[in-house]
Each structure stands twice: as C-alpha cells, then as structure tokens.
C-alpha cells in the first residue's frame, strides 16, 4: 500500500471497532432494548455494524421505526447511531447502523 493509499479519506476509517456497556435502543422517547455490552465495527464505506448483549429487550417496540442505537460517553453527550436493519436474537442482537449522528 503507498502512501497516498493510505492518506485517501476513505481509507482513514476503515478499520475503527468500538466497544462499550451500558447501550440502548430507543424508539421516540421508549428505551426498547438495553444491553450488557456492545461492539461497532465499521463494515465498509458508510456502514456500521453493531453486535450486543442483550440485557432487556420490548418484543413489540423493538419493531418500531426509527430505531435510535444510543451509547454512553465519559464525556459529553452519547453517541447515536440510526439503525437501518435489525436481528434479534435470544441474548444476542445485530444491526446494521447508518453513520454516527453525535
């Protein structure tokens, strides 16, 4: 890989991975879904993709739209993703987020 391969915007994120606890879904002001854990790594150009432990889930307002994936900062406010696409599992969930909002 050159350098100017490596300095290409597209390029700069391309393999970030977060992790975290203490992530929710919200839909509208109702918190559908909690989680023990979470980690989003970037699948590409402009998706995200979110795996979490589910902690507590709504069965009916997990279906809702617009998803809002919500997660705590040290400082300043949350980071917010929009969720596109979505699978719940048993204890696991899976989504596909859209870019980050904050």
Known sequence: MS???WAAPE???HRIRLRGVGGSLVWGWHTVATFK???I???GREIWLLTAAI???EPYQIRMTPLLFSA???TGPPWC???NSIDVGDRQ???RLGPPEQ
Do not use: C, I, Q, S
């Open 3 to 5: 350098f100017a391969d």
């Open 81 to 83: 993703w929009g969720v």
């Open 72 to 74: 705590p900062r040290e």
């Open 11 to 13: 390029a700069t994120f």
């Open 41 to 43: 790594r970037k699948g």
């Open 55 to 57: 902690e507590r889930v």
């Open 93 to 95: 969930l899976m989504a």
């Open 37 to 39: 854990h979470w980690t």
